[in-house]
């Protein structure tokens, strides 16, 4: 804001104002969901003319779902699962043990952290019956979710 | 209260221990017992050329009858290996406010995994979306597939 050409004329602290203030109305719209009359009748207190009050309605509805989304996004949580990947291993031998002849799997789950964005990848192995184990949970949590979509 | 000196006695204990952990890690050809290790005649004929007497031989081949699997299942710990999975408890959570937006519907799995490293258990409390979830499944599922697939059968079935 502060390089654009057309507002140079005006003093920065001004801008800053301004912009600090724009932004504030904007930001507790969206956390409260306000409604168009609501916001109409604050900023009509705040002595505004109608033609500007409809101004920054008409822009803030055309925002306003990217703006819950990013509020939403907002936050603690614990690390966030994005996506697995597998590999299906048959160990022949190991230097403890020859003719060991076992199929296992390794599964591993890319996570994120909602602070910084990465984190080390959780990997663990696991025999097709606990592979089994671990689907069937998943796989309960997902009738649960559609169970309670339903309510 | 055998009367031998100490070093003789453990001289004699880890060449017992090594004995019996060779025959075990080590399959021999046909015959061969794919749990049990070596088989009886190939004990018998790599001991026989230690000049023991043959009541020596036959209670060393007696004591790796015995013990054959359960040292298999040790050694079988020993081996490198990464967190191995436990368990998994879940739960469905459904955020409806925060401090940044209010009236809010997100649902959301969260989870607790329990993986064994080495003894040790740890859990680890994770979370994901519905869609996610989805996906999650879906990949594991392929994975499952994978062993009943007929690629992944053959090569069960040759090497052995």
Known sequence: ILDDPDLKDIDPTVLKHCHAAAATCILEAGKQNADISAISTCLEDCKLDKERIEQFCTEYQKNKDALEILLGSIGRSPLHITDVSWRLEYQIKNNQLHKTYQPSYLVTLNVENSDSGSHPDISFSCTMEQLQDLVGKLKDAAKSLERATQM | ?160
């Open chain 2, 1 to 160: 209260k055998l009367n031998i000196g100490v070093d003789i006695i453990q001289h004699g204990v880890e060449g017992l221990v090594y004995l019996l952990t060779e025959s075990s890690k080590l399959m021999a050809s046909i015959p061969f017992d794919k749990e049990f290790g070596i088989s009886e005649v190939d004990f018998q004929d790599s001991i026989h050329v230690l000049g023991f007497s043959d009541e020596l031989n036959k209670s060393l081949l007696q004591l790796y009858l015995d013990n054959r699997k359960e040292i298999r299942s040790i050694l079988g710990e020993l081996a490198p290996r990464l967190p191995s999975y436990h368990s998994l408890e879940w739960r469905l959570d459904v955020q409806l406010a925060s401090r940044s937006l209010r009236q809010q519907i997100k649902p959301a799995v969260t989870m607790k995994l329990h993986l064994n490293q080495n003894e040790d258990q740890t859990a680890q409390v994770l979370q994901t979306d519905p869609a996610t979830l989805l996906h999650l499944i879906q990949q594991l599922e392929q994975a499952l597939g994978e062993m009943k697939m007929n690629h992944c059968r053959r090569i069960v079935r040759n090497m052995k």
